[in-house]
């Protein structure tokens, strides 16, 4: 006999299949039919067990995402494209004049959808400007309005009549929107939810593999074998860190998110440097701490931190100037993170930095809103830093924008100036966890006779352990360097088998990544890029 529960089950099942069934026989038989429903509408409202596997399938992160259409301005008639729901849709934009008060006045954005693949499907979309952000969904064929009353000063008025109103497509439609939220949250969960989604982002969209390494996960590390200069890369993949690393991962290709570096004082003491140290009061700052209280936190770090040593060749080592890199070390000793230039060693290029549906529209949106929200956050992260390409100071975004216009520029270009090492930011020199270590061998001399044509602000973590300066003789690498796994490197934590590729390939030259491609899966850069 079949319990209650279990044939409750198997009618929920049976009515899934044949609605599903249904739709696909609907669907089918005549393309003049429009579908009442398409599986992926429907899937919502059937059991749990049913809709959740299928549902966590059609959609990731990355669907969380806007898709940029457009931009509607008064001069350019109208625009078209094709949407997740409606695949015919236009836009215009009809400017409201002000009144004598000297009102500004507003607009209005006339939308048309139509053909609706299914009844029951929705569009939702995102409306930008660099000084506002505003929302919309529509799920009728129909003509639909959205007013926007006053405009906020006269420098938007202004940017609406040359460039428009940008548009944003929300491509998984409403639910796909929710549910991509809903994979989203997890890669900042400090559980093994969380963890297993990171490594299933990662593996999706980056083709990493996660090997488990066979115990023991902690190696005993010998400080007297590690030397000044030896590399620190760390892979974090749970928490808050592990899923801002894993964003980071993706858009840059590298395979590790974090790095720190080695130093050995006058007394054969082991040291750690390293920029984004968390103090006491929760800021990332550049530290030079002793080996020992390093390894403690990593070991005793929550993200699941996998990291590697990467040593450097010999020949390198030999010109390694401690003394200069110790000098160079200190001086940054206790200055904030380089969150100034963070973003810039990322963006290279025009269009080949950014993973669909990710563009410097979107960009640009992101920062807007950002800049409304949080104006302190926004001067440290980008203004400043866009100032310095323009060789202008106190500019604020929308300034920004302007003045990119007037030197007949586009703000995707401005984006992709190389950042300079020299730069002087308002709280000092700017530098991230990578462009610290690179900094420090440059003033070590690991970079001669290239110093003053290499601009190591522009390095991401990948283009730093591709460098060709690092060990490349197993035989040579300390005996309890786990060699087994047959790494160039040494792993010495973590429960997954750490890969870099493209590790120790590229010999540094001029100009280095100043203008290089990452686009996912693969990556591929040019020769001297």
């Given at each position: 006999m079949i319990p209650d529960s279990l044939q409750g089950g198997l009618s929920s099942l049976s009515s899934a299949l044949l609605l599903l069934l249904l739709s696909g026989l609907i669907?089918?038989?005549?393309?003049?039919?429009?579908?009442?429903?398409?599986?992926?509408?429907?899937?919502?409202?059937?059991?749990?067990?049913?809709?959740?596997?299928?549902?966590?399938?059609?959609?990731?992160?990355?669907?969380?995402?806007?898709s940029y259409v457009g931009?509607?301005?008064?001069?350019?008639?109208?625009?078209?494209?094709?949407?997740?729901?409606?695949?015919?849709?236009?836009?215009?934009?009809?400017l409201n004049g002000g009144d004598r008060n000297g009102e500004l006045g507003g607009g209005v954005l006339h939308l048309q959808t139509e053909e609706a693949h299914s009844w029951t499907c929705m569009d939702l979309y995102v409306f930008a400007t660099p000084y506002r952000i505003t929302w919309d969904y529509y799920f009728s064929s129909s003509y639909h309005k959205l007013e926007l009353k006053s405009w906020e000063e006269q420098a938007e008025m202004d940017y609406v009549k040359q460039h428009g109103i940008s548009v944003f497509l929300m491509p998984s439609g409403m639910l796909g929107t929710l549910l991509s939220l809903i994979d989203v949250i997890p890669l900042f969960s400090n559980t093994i939810w969380g963890q297993n989604a990171n490594l299933n982002f990662l593996t999706k969209h980056m083709g990493a593999s996660f090997k488990t390494r066979s115990p023991p996960w902690v190696t005993r590390i010998n400080p007297n074998d590690v030397n000044s200069g030896d590399f620190l890369a760390v892979s974090k993949i749970r928490g808050r860190w592990g899923g801002f690393e894993t964003l980071e991962k993706w858009v840059t290709g590298a395979f590790a998110g974090?790095?720190?570096?080695?130093?050995?004082?006058?007394?054969?003491?082991?040291?750690?440097?390293?920029?984004?140290?968390?103090?006491?009061?929760?800021?990332?700052?550049?530290?030079?701490?002793?080996?020992?209280?390093?390894?403690?936190?990593?070991?005793?770090?929550?993200?699941?931190?996998?990291?590697?040593?990467?040593?450097?060749?010999?020949?390198?080592?030999?010109?390694?100037?401690?003394?200069?890199?110790?000098?160079?070390?200190?001086?940054?000793?206790?200055?904030?993170?380089?969150?100034?230039?963070?973003?810039?060693?990322?963006?290279?290029?025009?269009?080949?930095?950014?993973?669909?549906?990710?563009?410097a529209n979107l960009v640009m949106a992101v920062m807007a809103?950002?800049?409304?929200?949080?104006?302190e956050y926004a001067a440290n992260m980008w203004n400043e830093a866009?100032?310095?390409?323009?060789?202008?100071?106190g500019l604020e975004l929308n300034e920004i924008i302007v003045e990119t216009e007037k030197r007949g520029m586009k703000f995707d270009q401005l984006l992709t100036i190389p950042e300079k090492d020299e730069w002087v930011y308002s709280d000092g020199k700017s530098t991230t966890c990578v462009a610290f270590i690179l900094e420090m061998y440059k003033e070590a001399g690991v970079f001669a006779p290239l110093f003053d044509s290499i601009q190591v602000t522009e390095f991401t973590i990948r283009d730093a352990y591709m460098l060709n300066i690092f060990e490349n003789n197993q035989t040579r690498l300390p005996s309890w360097c786990r060699s087994?796994?047959?790494?160039?490197?040494?792993?010495?934590?973590?429960?997954?088998?750490?890969?870099?590729?493209?590790?120790?390939?590229?010999?540094?030259y001029a100009n280095m990544n100043e203008n290089c491609p990452s686009l996912p899966p693969t990556y591929k850069r040019p020769e001297k890029c």
């Open positions: 669907h089918n038989t005549a393309e003049a039919f429009k579908a009442p429903f398409r599986p992926k509408d429907v899937l919502p409202i059937l059991p749990r067990q049913i809709s959740w596997p299928v549902l966590n399938n059609m959609h990731s992160a990355v669907d969380l995402l806007p931009s509607v301005s008064p001069t350019n008639s109208t625009i078209k494209w094709k949407g997740a729901c409606f695949l015919e849709n236009q836009a215009r934009l009809e974090h790095t720190a570096v080695c130093l050995k004082d006058e007394d054969g003491k082991l040291w750690v440097g390293e920029s984004g140290h968390e103090n006491e009061k929760g800021e990332e700052i550049i530290v030079v701490i002793p080996w020992e209280e390093w390894w403690e936190e990593a070991l005793q770090d929550g993200s699941n931190p996998q990291i590697a040593l990467l040593p450097l060749h010999p020949d390198v080592r030999a010109r390694f100037n401690a003394t200069s890199a110790w000098a160079y070390a200190r001086s940054m000793h206790g200055k904030p993170y380089g969150y100034h230039n963070m973003i810039f060693s990322w963006i290279d290029t025009v269009t080949e930095n950014y993973p669909p549906p990710l563009d809103m950002w800049t409304r929200m949080q104006p866009l100032n310095k390409r323009l060789e202008t100071e087994e796994e047959a790494n160039p490197f040494c792993q010495i934590l973590g429960e997954y088998q750490m890969e870099l590729p493209g590790y120790n390939t590229i010999n540094p």
